[in-house]
């Protein structure tokens, strides 16, 4: 995963073409990039973001943002009273309970 100004981007490999290929993840603009070696992937990754932001500033309009930190989540019912019930057992918000599991199953 590369990182650079507050967004991500993920990386294959075309075997047939024998180049590395990667898009900036998390946007709905599309900011893709290339390389053959490690480094020409990463020049190429932060160039292609720093060119994006520079038409974005040119044009007058406002860059996409990766990852607001806020997403709608669809649950059946029960697990939502699961949910709730279990976080006031354990004296937290529900919003507070999700963060910590999902956390934790990241690790």
């Known amino acids: 995963m590369l990182r650079y100004k ?5 990386v294959e490999y075309d075997d047939h073409g024998k180049i590395f290929t990667g898009e900036v993840i998390g946007l709905k603009d599309v900011i893709t990039f290339q390389g053959r070696t490690a480094e020409e992937l ?16 040119r044009d007058g309009a406002s860059p996409d943002r990766p990852f607001s930190g806020r997403f709608n989540l ?13 976080a006031v057992r354990e004296r937290k918000s529900q919003n507070q309970w999700i963060v910590e599991t999902i956390e934790k199953s990241l690790d």
Do not use: K, V, W
């Open 6 to 10: 507050h967004y991500s981007g993920i």
């Open 42 to 57: 990463e020049r190429s990754f932060r160039e292609s973001i720093d060119f994006y932001l520079e038409l974005c500033a």
């Open 74 to 86: 669809r649950i059946s019912p029960e697990l939502h009273r699961r949910i709730a019930e279990t």
